[in-house]
DNA sequence: ATGTCCAATTTTATTGGA
């Protein structure tokens, strides 16, 4: 099973650059971000007719997440758990039903800039309420992840000037320190356990031809618990997909999972 | 500090978010 995640930026915008994508790639299962559309003119036809189930959890011109799988998808649950009051759209999961269960998480975690502030705040908390879900799902011994825009840059090697992200919320050391929490419960960074080393990156700001001069960071990740991490073959980034008409600022991430 | 893009409203121009 090949599954991945894609911050979109949105999904009028970005109806060809998506379906394109979904015609080569293949994958079973997509975990979208930013789809920025209430649930009702979400395109959903477009992706049935190539014979995924649909599901979105939409709002008003920001955020909003959503699923597309070639495999039945179960149990959906809309909203990330901790916070009634919180009315931003960034988390949907559901268990995908093959051979064995799989529950996939998908996430669009707060920017947080500008930080300090309560932006920041807001991210820091939402990560904290991630950290309780996270604790559910290690405890639980089923497969399972959670995979989408973290944005979060782990460490110095997954930008390439880490020295202008110092002060963003993206690299702060709260923000660091919050992922590396999560992570420590004993989730597998997937792209990690593939491949090592500096260059791999899965956004570029549209701005000062970052694509061009490769200037990117790596934000977008897949998460598994011990259970899905037994089950992971590999793991890849699509970065060629950002250099062609109308692109996503980010590009899709990959893992194929022996299920 | 920003050389870009997207969505919505203030709508053929501006604003907020990233």
């Not at 995640?5 to 790639?25: C, S, Y």
């Not at 495999?71 to 949907?92: F, H, K, M, N, S």
């Not at 039903?97 to 502030?117: F, S």
């Given at each position: 099973?090949?599954?991945?995640t894609?911050?979109?930026?949105?999904?009028?915008?970005?109806?060809?650059?998506?379906?394109?994508?979904?015609?080569?790639?293949?994958?079973?299962?997509?975990l979208l971000?930013?789809?920025?559309?209430?649930?009702?003119?979400?395109?959903?036809?477009?992706?049935?007719?190539?014979?995924?189930?649909?599901?979105?959890?939409?709002?008003?011109?920001?955020?909003?997440?959503?699923i597309?799988?070639?495999?039945?998808?179960?149990?959906?649950?809309?909203?990330?758990?901790?916070?009634?009051?919180?009315?931003?759209?960034?988390?949907?999961?559901?268990?995908?039903?093959?051979?064995?269960?799989?529950?996939?998480?998908g996430?669009?975690?707060?920017?947080?800039?500008?930080?300090?502030?309560?932006?920041?705040?807001?991210?820091?908390?939402?990560?904290?309420?991630?950290?309780?879900?996270?604790?559910?799902?290690?405890?639980?011994?089923?497969?399972?992840?959670?995979a989408g825009?973290?944005?979060?840059?782990?460490?110095?090697?997954?930008?390439?000037?880490?020295?202008?992200?110092?002060?963003?919320?993206?690299?702060?050391?709260?923000?660091?320190?919050?992922?590396?929490?999560?992570?420590?419960?004993?989730?597998?960074?997937?792209?990690?356990?593939?491949?090592?080393?500096?260059?791999?990156?899965?956004?570029?700001?549209?701005?000062?031809?970052?694509?061009?001069?490769?200037?990117?960071?790596?934000?977008?990740?897949?998460?598994?618990?011990?259970?899905?991490?037994?089950?992971?073959?590999?793991?890849?980034?699509?970065?060629?997909?950002?250099?062609?008409?109308?692109?996503?600022?980010?590009?899709?991430?990959?893992?194929?999972?022996?299920?």
């Amino acid at each position: 099973m090949k599954i991945a995640t894609f911050n979109i930026n949105g999904i009028k915008a970005r109806v060809n650059a998506l379906t394109d994508w979904l015609d080569e790639a293949q994958p079973d299962v997509a975990l979208l971000q930013e789809i920025k559309s209430v649930d009702e003119n979400f395109p959903r036809e477009l992706f049935e007719d190539r014979g995924y189930s649909v599901e979105t959890h939409g709002q008003k011109s920001f955020n909003g997440v959503a699923i597309l799988s070639k495999l039945p998808l179960e149990d959906v649950q809309r909203g990330l758990p901790g916070d009634e009051t919180d009315e931003q759209a960034r988390w949907i999961e559901a268990t995908v039903v093959g051979k064995q269960a799989l529950r996939v998480c998908g996430l669009y975690l707060p920017n947080g800039n500008p930080a300090p502030g309560p932006k920041f705040d807001y991210k820091l908390s939402w990560m904290e309420r991630l950290y309780h879900r996270a604790r559910e799902l290690m405890q639980s011994e089923e497969p399972a992840l959670m995979a989408g825009d973290y944005n979060i840059i782990p460490q110095e090697e997954d930008a390439k000037r880490p020295e202008a992200w110092r002060e963003d919320a993206l690299f702060r050391p709260e923000s660091r320190a919050a992922f590396r929490r999560i992570v420590n419960l004993g989730f597998t960074d997937a792209f990690r356990a593939r491949v090592q080393g500096p260059g791999h990156y899965s956004f570029w700001d549209y701005q000062a031809g970052a694509w061009n001069r490769n200037d990117g960071i790596r934000i977008d990740h897949l998460l598994l618990n011990p259970q899905a991490a037994d089950l992971l073959v590999d793991c890849r980034i699509d970065s060629e997909i950002r250099g062609r008409e109308k692109p996503s600022d980010h590009v899709p991430v990959w893992a194929e999972m022996d299920i």
